[in-house]
């Protein structure tokens, strides 16, 4: 069954760092474009980033452009997301979601929270 | 960047009602959009793909229609599952977009 589990939340100051990670399994990892996706507790769901399968293309969305980098490790089955100058408003739970055109497999996501 | 609108923002509703959502985007997507549904504290299921094709397991219930700028999900008899939050979303390029919401709430 495939399955998508991210890891890496926690508390971070504002101005951190934190790397996110997310492991694939159950399908061809390598065969499918992935993505980022967060949602503010009670809030609605906000697309970040997207990469090809090759890590060639990768585009963000742009209140995170510049801060954020996606990438993949094809081999380990991994997605990572290193997020940098953090932001109260960063403050979120991290999906990472399987690129079928639709997002078909989701994970159960990762908490950040950025405080002082 | 495309943006998507959904309306309503919330919707009261019995068991065994038909309801409608409405999503349009600020341009046009051909047949590109999903539809996604959120229970509390859950990951987002998708319900239908290229605007009217129902996701495997989704009960026959779930219809999408529309294309270009106007899509409208709708729920026929209502189950008490159902009621939750839904979202559109685009795929037509490369920064895909979600609708800001629906909550389905029981009246």
């Known amino acids: 069954e495939a399955e998508l589990v991210e890891s890496g939340g926690g508390f971070v100051q504002p101005g951190g760092s934190l790397r996110l990670s997310c492991a694939a399994s159950?399908?061809?990892?390598?065969?499918?474009?992935m993505n980022w996706v967060r949602q503010v507790p009670g809030k609605g769901l906000v697309w970040i980033s997207r990469?090809?399968?090759?890590?060639?293309?990768?585009t963000y969305e742009e209140s995170v452009r510049g801060r954020f980098t996606i990438s993949r490790d094809n081999t380990k089955n991994m997605l990572y997301l290193e997020m940098n100058s953090l932001r109260g408003e960063d403050t979120a739970v991290y999906f990472c979601?399987?690129?079928?055109?639709?997002?078909?497999?989701w994970g159960r996501g990762t908490l950040v929270s950025v405080s002082s | 960047d495309i943006q998507m609108t959904q309306s309503p923002s919330t919707l009261s509703a019995s068991v065994g009602d038909t309801v409608t959502i409405t999503c349009r985007a600020s341009?046009?997507?051909?047949?590109?959009l999903a539809w996604y549904q959120q229970h509390p504290g859950r990951a987002p299921k998708v319900l239908i793909h290229?605007?009217?094709n129902l996701a495997n397991g989704v009960p026959s219930r779930f219809s999408g229609s529309g294309s270009g700028t106007e899509f409208t999900l709708t729920i026929s008899n209502l189950q008490p599952d159902d009621f939750a939050t839904f979202y559109c979303?685009?795929?037509?390029?490369?920064?895909?977009?979600f609708g800001q919401g629906t909550k389905l709430e029981v009246k």
């Open positions: 979601a399987k690129d079928s055109g639709p997002f078909d497999i």
């Open positions: 159950g399908f061809s990892f390598s065969s499918y474009w």
């Open positions: 990469i090809n399968v090759a890590g060639t293309t990768i």
């Open positions: 341009q046009n997507i051909d047949m590109w």
């Open positions: 290229e605007a009217s």
């Open positions: 979303q685009h795929y037509y390029d490369f920064s895909p977009s």
